[in-house]
Structures are given as C-alpha cells and as structure tokens.
C-alpha cells in the first residue's frame, strides 16, 4: 500500500476520469436519503451521506438476477451468461468494504457463485472516510476501520484526503487521473487526528463482551419472544443488510410457455416460507423463532464458521425496522434480560 | 386439447378485464394457449354450459352472484379470482362496513327497501373454493400471466404471504412513516414490488392483508408515526372492509 494526498478540489478530476473507463456508482440523494446509484456528473455524488437504503450487495449480488434462460421443449439451457460491466463504487464506508468481504466468504466459499464473482472481479472499490451517525455501532465490531478490500480509501483531513492505494489498478488511475503529492509526517498527524476525532464521535457504544456465549445460554429466554410479538415480519432487516445473502431460485415461464428463466431473488429468514419444506412443515412457524434464528445465524453461526460475526454495525436495520428492533437493543435484551 | 376458458364479473368496474385486454403485447400469444369459450367484456354470447376454467372478476353481492358461483364451480376444474373486488371484496365491499339498510338510505334516500336478493359484499372464497388468486386493484398484467402460466403447467398457487416492506426497501423508497405517514404495505400482501411508494404514494392495501403481518404490531407502529389506530381503520376500509381482521 502507498499513500498520497488529494486536494479535495481536484476529487471531480478522478471520478470524471474513472467515468472513460468505467460505470462510476456512488452515493446520490433520493428524497432526504441516500441510494447508490450509476453517477453523470460528478456534482450528484454526496460524499456527505450518512447511509443509503440499500447496502452496495446489490451491485454484486441483484436483488433479482436471471441466472439462465432455457428452452422448455429439450431443457436446454440456451443463455447463462453474467452481465458484469467495469464498474467503479466510490464512496464506500468502512461498514459496507468489510460487509463485502463477509459476503466474499460465502460465495467464494466451497461453491464459487459464478454471478457474484463476474461482478465482483470487475470492480473496483473506493472507500471515503465517514463521521458516526446516531444509528452506527460499526466500532463494536472493529468494522469501523477497513484495512484492505478497496483499491483506493480517501480519508477526509480537511481541505485535502489522504489516500491509501491498495492495488495496482487503483495506482494507475490515480496516476492516470487526478494531481496528486507525497505525504508528509504532517499528514499522518492529520489522519491521525481525524481518526480520534472519529473514534470520538460515536453515540452508541455496544458491549459485546463474551456475545457468543450469551447468546448461546439465552437460547430459551422469553425475551425472544417478546421480540416476535413486534416483529412485523416484513423482512426489511434483511434487504437492507449489507451481510445477508440469503436467496430464493424459482423457474418461470415466458407467456409462450416455450422458453423460460431461472430467477434468484433476494430472500429474508424472516419469511414465514423461509423454512417451510414438503408437506407443509416449518421449522420456524412463529415470529419469535425466525427472529431468534436471525440473531444467532449472525452472532453464533457465522461466527462459529468463519471468526466474525456475520454484522458490520451499519445501521441500516435500526432505521428500517418501523418496530424498533436492531442489534443494539437485542445484545443489550440478551444482557439485561428487557426488551426496551 | 387446450382448456376452454371462461372470463365473467360479479360486481366491479371490468377494470381487471380491462387489464387482460391491455396485455397487448402477450395477448394473442394467451390466446394461442387456450380456448376462450366466454369473455363477459369482449363478447356478446353467452356462457357456455362447459368449460375447463374460470377466471372470475368481482365481490359477491347478490344471491344470484351466490348461484351462478356454484353453477361455475360445478363446471370448472380451475377457478382463478383476479383482482381486490374478487379476491378480498376490495371496494365493494365498503358497503358492508354498516348495515345495509343504513348505506341503502344513504345512497338512494330513506324509505328505499333493501332487495331481499341483495348481500354484504364479499370475496369470491366466501362462496366457493378459488384455486388461484391474483390480488390487486387493478391486477398486474405480468403477475396475471404467471399466474396463467402455473394454471397451464398445473403448479399449485403460490401468491406471497409476506408483506410489503421488503420489496419496498428492494424499490429503494423513501420510507412514508420516517415523515410520519401512515403506510399500508406494513401490513399488506407482496407482490406488486412497491407500485404505489415508487410512485410517490403511501400503500392502500389493494391487494389484502398479508397472512403473516402482524397487525397487532403495525397498530403500534401507526399510533407512533402515521395517524394512529384510526387512520390504519380508515386506511384499511378502502379495500379490506370484508377481511375478518379487526384492529
């Protein structure tokens, strides 16, 4: 990794150059909110927001993707290619880079999603420092810091940011594209600061001392529930998730009926059909135990896989649930004992 | 052979019907698929006394809406209820939220007697069993031709049971409570993707509530932001009068 510093009025020289080479996605106002959303003019990126609506998942992994196409009369299988152009993220948060990296483990895991990673291998990722929102506990997991997973992070100081460049492509459009100057001691003082002052601004402040273990011995609390007497069970926690990547795979059929399409279509644990097989059984019927799943697949079962839980502390759910549950309050019921 | 189709109406506005004939694009190719014995809006005949489906449009409100249903499910080894008048007794059935006798004065002026013929309104499955259901004031033309599709493949129906808000946050909307607006899809069954937020415009409910909301919850959520428990009644009186779910 190397470094350099970036005059925050020559930021528009990189993303218009990034734009000869790539589609350029980044962070664009909707109403009062955000979205990630394909960038014209450099003017429309809001490197202010807070959050977006959606996680950066769906540029690598859509919420509705069509995986072949085939021909019903021998079932061949006639179309299954992935549509994966060169693509640049800007502006990612720290939150959303490791969310990626927890999603990396599963479809790259013994099975390779062939979509996924058609997406994955033609982006490059550009991450942006950020200040704390009130729904933000990324600092409870450590997310709060990336160290790789971006190709460049540019960390606001002021009037300039100081780049990490973590990959080849990432240097040679930086050289390619935008004035930039060494750093100096100075400027490692003032990325210092700027990470205290981070580190600093955060409201929410999560104990996840011994979490597994808690969870694990809260398997029969009432408080579970308690929570699925105010789940709504719409599943907005899980699309708004940058680390759920739980999916559905259907087949239909065009109105001829001689071709069809295999789907795949972001699911939610919190569905009553989640768990439901043949012959009308369902592991998890009730709201409670689908939203206890949830909490232990992310705090325990990930975990006990791959040494992270399966959370980035982004806050996404916290303002999506319009029940008012999100992991702060669920790890402060399983230490309490109270669903506030 | 392909199977005879009949189309009919109870009472509604033929918008649903309408929807069919404004599958423009797929129409032709529908009607390659199967036989069309009986289309109440596009034809003059009459019903034939045999046929294979019916796909059937309306809330029940009469005696005679009753019989005719029964005559069809006599019939038809498939009937398919489209749209919210059929599937849940969407508009119509706001008659039914007082006494009869008390809407009849209303509308038409007191002394006027209610025809003895005459019924709540309510959903074709109050009547007779419905195999397929495709929810919605008016229907969705793509989901009425998947829905076709599983009729033809013999699949068994599979309308979402899930509520609104996944597809909402898939839309990427602007969330109607976070400025306090009251929103139906909290409770209200999947499968438009949204329509109606992505348009700017909170959810009424057109296609029922979902089985597995949690309407008990969603009260609360409307008492904290969104015109408390009154403005969920009034909001699901619109199309859902004839649901039996009481908030």
């Known amino acids: 990794m190397f470094f350099r510093m970036i005059e925050k009025e020559r930021l528009p020289d990189l993303i218009r150059g990034l734009s000869t080479e790539f589609e350029v996605v980044g962070p664009v106002a909707k109403g009062d909110k955000f979205v990630f959303a394909p960038i014209d003019d450099p003017a429309d990126m809001r490197l202010d927001y807070d959050t977006t609506i959606l996680p950066p998942k769906k540029w690598f992994f859509p919420p509705e993707e069509t995986m072949m196409r085939f021909r019903v009369a021998d079932n061949e299988v006639v179309d299954d290619e992935v549509y994966a152009p060169p693509r640049v993220l800007f502006g990612l948060h720290p939150c959303d880079i490791n969310s990626l990296q927890l999603m990396d483990n599963v479809f790259f895991g013994a099975y390779i999603d062939p979509y996924y990673r058609a997406r994955r291998e033609n982006t490059l990722i550009v991450g942006l420092s950020c200040v704390p929102s009130e729904t933000c506990f990324c600092n409870a997991w450590g997310t709060d810091e990336a160290h790789w997973g971006f190709d460049i992070f540019l960390s606001d100081v002021g009037d300039e940011y100081f780049a990490s460049i973590r990959s080849v492509s990432g240097a040679e459009l930086v050289d390619r594209h935008v004035k930039t100057r060494e750093i100096t001691d100075n400027d490692t003082r003032r990325f210092q600061e700027r990470t205290a002052a981070f580190k600093a601004a955060f409201e929410n402040h999560v104990d996840t001392s011994q979490l597994p273990l808690l969870i694990d011995a809260k398997f029969e609390s009432p408080i579970w529930d308690q929570l699925g007497e105010k789940c709504l069970a719409c599943g907005a926690c899980s699309m708004v998730c940058p680390t759920c990547y739980c999916y559905d795979v259907h087949d239909e059929l065009e109105p001829d009926q001689t071709m069809g399409r295999r789907v795949r279509t972001w699911d939610s644990c919190q569905f009553k059909d989640f768990a439901a097989v043949a012959h009308g059984q369902n592991f998890r019927d009730s709201r409670a135990s689908r939203i206890k799943y949830r909490y232990y697949h992310k705090q325990w079962g990930y975990l006990s896989k791959f040494e992270r839980v399966l959370c980035v502390g982004c806050g996404r759910c916290s303002r999506a649930c319009k029940a008012g549950i999100n992991p702060v309050k669920v790890i402060e019921a399983l230490q309490t004992g109270v669903v506030s | ?247």
């Open chain 2, 1 to 247: 052979m392909a199977p005879r189709v009949v189309v009919l109406s109870l009472a509604s506005d033929f918008g649903c019907q309408v929807q069919i004939t404004n599958t423009e694009d797929h129409l032709l190719t529908i009607l390659g698929l199967i036989e069309l014995s009986y289309w109440q809006l596009a034809s003059s005949g009459h019903m034939p006394d045999e046929y294979d489906v019916a796909i059937v449009e309306g809330a029940v409100t009469t005696d005679e809406h009753a019989h005719l249903l029964r005559d069809v499910r006599g019939k038809a080894a498939v009937v398919i209820a489209i749209g919210a008048c059929a599937t849940i007794g969407g508009i119509p059935a706001l008659a039914g939220s007082g006494s009869l006798a008390d809407r009849y004065a209303t509308v038409y002026g007191d002394g006027v007697i209610v025809p003895a013929v005459r019924r709540a309104p309510a959903p074709v499955d109050s009547v007779i069993h419905v195999d397929y259901h495709v929810p919605g004031c008016p229907i969705d033309q793509s989901e009425f031709l998947r829905v076709l599709s599983r009729v033809l493949l013999g699949l068994v129906d599979h309308t979402p049971d899930m509520t609104m808000c996944g597809s909402c946050k898939i839309a990427e909307n602007v969330c109607f409570f976070d400025s306090g607006v009251g929103c139906l899809g909290l409770v209200t069954r999947a499968g438009c993707g949204a329509k109606c937020p992505s348009l700017g415009r909170p959810c009424t409910g057109c296609r029922g509530i979902a089985p597995d909301a949690n309407v008990v919850s969603a009260l609360e959520v409307f008492e904290r932001a969104g015109g408390g428990a009154d403005a969920l009644r009034s909001a699901l009186d619109v199309y859902n009068t004839a649901s039996e779910v009481h908030v």
